[in-house]
Structures are given as C-alpha cells and as structure tokens.
C-alpha cells in the first residue's frame, strides 16, 4: 500500500521568503509522485509532477520540487513566496504498477503568505 | 467545454435521501475519476472509468455508492440513504487518455459540496 505524509498542516512564510512544503512518502514499489495546489472553492491544479528521469522537477509558478529516494522524500520549494501563493497544497503518489492515476493524497498543507 | 463541470455546486440532504452528482468532463476525455474530499483531509479516490467502463470501484465506501458513465461521457455519482458521514466534497477528474499515461494531466471539477442534515 502507498501513503504519503504532509509534515505541518499550517505553514506561514513571509511575502518574499523561501517557501517549503514538507512531503514524505511510502510505495512498496518506483513512485510516481505530484504536488497539487486547491484554491478555495476550487478543484485541483497540477502544480508538477515526477515520474521518471531527472529527480530535480520544475512546475507551474516557479514551484519546484525533488525526488530523494534514499530519503523517501519530495519537498516542494519556491524561491520567493508571493501573496498569490496563498492556498492549500497536497502531495500525491500513484502506484504505477496500476498505471492510471488513481492517486493517493497526503491531508495538505495550508500555506499562508505574510504581507 | 473548456473545464470538467460539476453539478449542483451544493446539495443540501436530509439523511435517508438519495442524492446523485453529476460530472461532465472536458469533451473526449477517456479517463474519469471520481474523489471525496472530507473536510481538512486530502481527497480519497473513489472509483474510475475508462470510457463506459467501471475500472476500478475499490474505493467506494458501502454499497450506498453507485457511479456510472453509460455512454463514456457524463458520468454521475449516487449516493443511496444518505448519512451524515457522507458530508464530503465530491470532485470529478478528467484525463485524455487511459492507463500507462503520465502524460495526460488530470483536470480536476470544482466539485459539489454534499451537506446531510
């Protein structure tokens, strides 16, 4: 079975400061692993994703996140945080032994920017 | 259309009703996914669809749940004597092609939010 664990439920950054959303996750097999960023009363929107090659993945709104394997990790970051950043963020993995995207989310982090 | 569209946007049921939710995912879309998302918790997968076809239902919680998508386009989530336990936005997700693809990203509904009173 697969699980991932979102450490801090509530992150506050200054408006400009480093961003970092903690993201742990367990597959008894290769993930494919996702951050996801939900607006209030809004779906969900891929913000990227990782699924083989280059550990280093690069999204949407200058967010990036990396696999570490031995660590069993994928930390999202962004540089600089923006008011618009504002939102709640969850990480995902998909078993791809089943390969479709049926996805299994962490409880999310909600991240507030600080004027 | 130009994004999957999830209606009503809210329902509210007394317990005991039956409720059913409707998704219209973005046109030709193969793949359709169905999530509940209980307050302050990360969505739950609930079932999928490759066209007309029901993949995978595991994570439908009680035989209460019903889904279809009988002509591998809309699809619809019912819910049979509705309990409080079901309060819960339901999202739909839609994706261009079927299995093995990564490629394909998943567009998410702004979901209908179930209150049982």
């Known amino acids: 079975a697969q699980s991932v664990t979102q450490l801090g439920s509530h992150v506050s950054v200054s408006e400009g400061a480093l961003v970092l959303l903690r993201c742990n996750y367990s597959?008894?097999?290769?993930?494919?692993l996702f951050w996801y960023v939900q607006y209030p009363n809004q779906g969900l929107q891929l913000l990227l994703k990782?699924?083989?090659?280059?550990?280093l993945v690069k999204g949407i709104n200058g967010f990036e996140a990396e696999f570490k394997k031995s660590e069993t990790s994928f930390h999202l970051t962004k540089p600089s945080a923006h008011m618009s950043d504002a939102a709640e963020y969850f990480c995902a993995v998909s078993d791809r032994v089943f390969g479709n995207e049926k996805l299994t989310f962490g409880t999310g982090t909600r991240l507030t920017i600080i004027p | 259309g130009a994004g999957v569209s999830q209606s009503p946007r809210y329902k509210v049921a007394k317990r005991g009703q039956d409720v059913a939710l409707r998704c219209d995912p973005i046109?030709?879309?193969?793949?359709l996914f169905w999530y509940q998302q209980a307050l302050g918790q990360g969505p739950e997968f609930l079932t999928y669809?490759?066209?007309?076809?029901?993949?995978?239902k595991s994570g439908l919680p009680s035989d209460r749940f019903f889904a279809e998508r009988p002509e591998g386009s809309v699809s619809t989530l019912k819910i049979q004597r509705t309990q409080q336990e079901d309060s819960a936005v339901y999202l739909c997700a839609s994706s261009s092609t079927g299995l093995s693809s990564y490629n394909s990203p998943l567009h998410f509904g702004n979901g209908t939010r179930l209150t049982v009173t």
């Open positions: 597959s008894s097999v290769p993930p494919y």
């Open positions: 046109s030709g879309h193969v793949s």
């Open positions: 990782y699924t083989t090659g280059a550990t």
């Open positions: 669809f490759q066209n007309e076809a029901q993949l995978d």
